[in-house]
Nanobody, 123 residues
Framework: QVQLVESGGGSVQAGASLRLSCAASGRTFSNYAMGWFRQAPGKDRDFVAAISGGGASTYYADSAKGRFTISRDNAKNTVFLQMNNLKPEDTAIYYC????????????????WGKGTQVTVSS
């Protein structure tokens, strides 16, 4: 089992930045690829970014490219999502997820999920 706890969400104005964190416990963290997803009210859960277990490989949704950066600190069992130049359309609950070995972009491919952290961006 892997337990994931997100933090760092909040309410900000458009153009601001937030840094989300996801703390993991339970297994060898570096064995797990990590992903960030988000879900707005009434919408599907969408892929945002993913990172390999060692941190060398990252992948972003088009909506995140150039504004968001995913990173991880395996010594601290934590993955981060730095979000810059936030827009109202970024408003959603943000979830981190874990899966063994290789990252993926489909929510169904992940085995473990946190409970999410709310991000609200006002114009």
């Amino acid at each position: 089992q892997v337990q994931l706890v997100e933090s760092g969400g909040g309410s900000v104005q458009a153009g601001a930045s937030l840094r989300l964190s996801c703390a993991a416990s339970g297994r060898t963290f570096s064995n797990y690829a990590m992903g960030w997803f988000r879900q707005a009210p009434g919408k599907d859960r969408d892929f945002v970014a993913a990172i390999s277990g060692g941190g060398a490989s990252t992948y972003y949704a088009d909506s995140a490219k150039g504004r968001f950066t995913i990173s991880r600190d395996n010594a601290k069992n934590t993955v981060f999502l730095q979000m810059n130049n936030l827009k109202p359309e970024d408003t959603a609950i943000y979830y981190c997820a874990a899966r063994l070995v290789r990252w993926a972009i489909r929510p169904g491919d992940y085995d473990y999920w946190g409970k999410g952290t709310q991000v609200t961006v006002s114009s």
